[in-house]
């Protein structure tokens, strides 16, 4: 039997948030992706591996909100993880294996405007966004990147970017991953049905080559890489 909804409590700022990290830096702002594993909404499912619910969706849209309007210098924003080797798995597969249907739908409309609302503000607010992703990402938090400008993986031989809900799950993503791969970022249609059947990903020059992502850097220059990436972006705008 589903579980009734949760309270949802929409109030938040960056000193209350459980997932996040802000700052800024001049043009720059950076928001660090740290999911409590232990911050659900609701009892029942642990935040493992970066994984994400509504909670960790709501403190996002609330930075992206402020860095708009509370950061004007801000001219770029770099999406990455504070956790070691893992960006982020996308959501949390036991929260919605708890879920009630209308929760589900509701949560994939708020993570889906989330993600539309980053593409409309690089396209109508000239605020630009890096995807950093220094280690594995799957899913939603492919997603997540894929609704970014640019995206720059860590080339450390490990860490890779994937679809795997189908071979997985059997289902669909569910925040615009296949849309965006070929109509956003051109990739091949061969290459994009081998990689959303494939459940362990696509790694290094084999994603740079399929278009999966825009730049590798090695693990000692990554930190500058992306930081060149964001302010050229920012100069764009």
Same mark, same amino acid.
């Given at each position: 039997?589903?579980?009734?909804?949760?309270?949802?409590?929409?109030?938040?700022?960056?000193?209350? $948030?459980?997932? !996040?990290?802000?700052?800024?830096?001049?043009?720059?702002?950076?928001?660090?992706?740290?999911?409590?594993?232990?911050?659900?909404?609701?009892?029942? $499912?642990?935040?493992?591996?970066?994984?994400?619910?509504?909670?960790?969706?709501?403190?996002?849209?609330?930075?992206?909100?402020?860095?708009?309007?509370? +950061?004007?210098?801000?001219?770029?924003?770099?999406?990455?993880?504070?956790?070691?080797?893992? &960006?982020?798995?996308?959501? #949390?597969?036991?929260?919605?294996?708890?879920?009630? +249907?209308?929760?589900?739908? #509701?949560?994939?409309?708020?993570? #889906?405007?989330?993600?539309?609302?980053?593409?409309?503000?690089?396209? +109508?607010?000239?605020?630009? &966004?890096?995807?950093?992703? #220094?280690?594995?990402?799957?899913?939603?938090?492919?997603?997540?990147?894929?609704?970014?400008?640019?995206?720059?993986?860590?080339?450390?031989?490990?860490?890779?970017?994937?679809?795997?809900?189908?071979?997985?799950?059997?289902?669909?993503?569910?925040?615009?991953?296949?849309?965006?791969?070929?109509?956003?970022?051109?990739?091949?249609?061969? +290459?994009?049905?081998?990689?959303?059947?494939? *459940?362990?990903?696509?790694?290094?020059?084999?994603?740079?080559? !399929?278009?999966?992502?825009?730049?590798? *850097?090695?693990?000692?220059?990554?930190?500058?890489?992306?930081?060149?990436?964001?302010?050229?972006?920012?100069?764009?705008?």
């Amino acid at each position: 039997m589903d579980s009734p909804a949760p309270s949802v409590d929409y109030r938040t700022e960056p000193s209350r $948030y459980r997932h !996040w990290r802000l700052s800024s830096d001049g043009p720059l702002a950076t928001l660090a992706m740290d999911v409590a594993e232990e911050g659900g909404l609701q009892p029942g $499912y642990r935040l493992k591996l970066n994984s994400y619910d509504l909670g960790v969706d709501i403190e996002l849209a609330d930075a992206l909100n402020r860095i708009r309007f509370e +950061h004007p210098e801000v001219r770029a924003v770099v999406l990455t993880s504070a956790k070691d080797r893992i &960006f982020c798995s996308g959501a #949390n597969i036991f929260m919605l294996g708890l879920a009630s +249907h209308a929760w589900k739908v #509701n949560f994939c409309k708020f993570t #889906n405007e989330t993600r539309n609302g980053i593409e409309d503000s690089s396209r +109508h607010s000239g605020l630009k &966004f890096v995807a950093a992703v #220094n280690g594995t990402c799957a899913g939603g938090g492919y997603e997540l990147a894929l609704a970014c400008d640019a995206i720059v993986l860590v080339d450390d031989r490990s860490s890779a970017v994937s679809l795997p809900e189908v071979p997985l799950l059997g289902v669909l993503p569910g925040t615009g991953g296949l849309t965006r791969l070929t109509d956003k970022r051109r990739v091949r249609h061969d +290459h994009a049905d081998i990689f959303c059947t494939t *459940a362990e990903g696509v790694r290094g020059q084999r994603a740079l080559d !399929w278009k999966l992502v825009d730049a590798l *850097a090695k693990p000692a220059q990554f930190a500058a890489a992306v930081r060149e990436r964001a302010l050229s972006l920012s100069r764009s705008g």
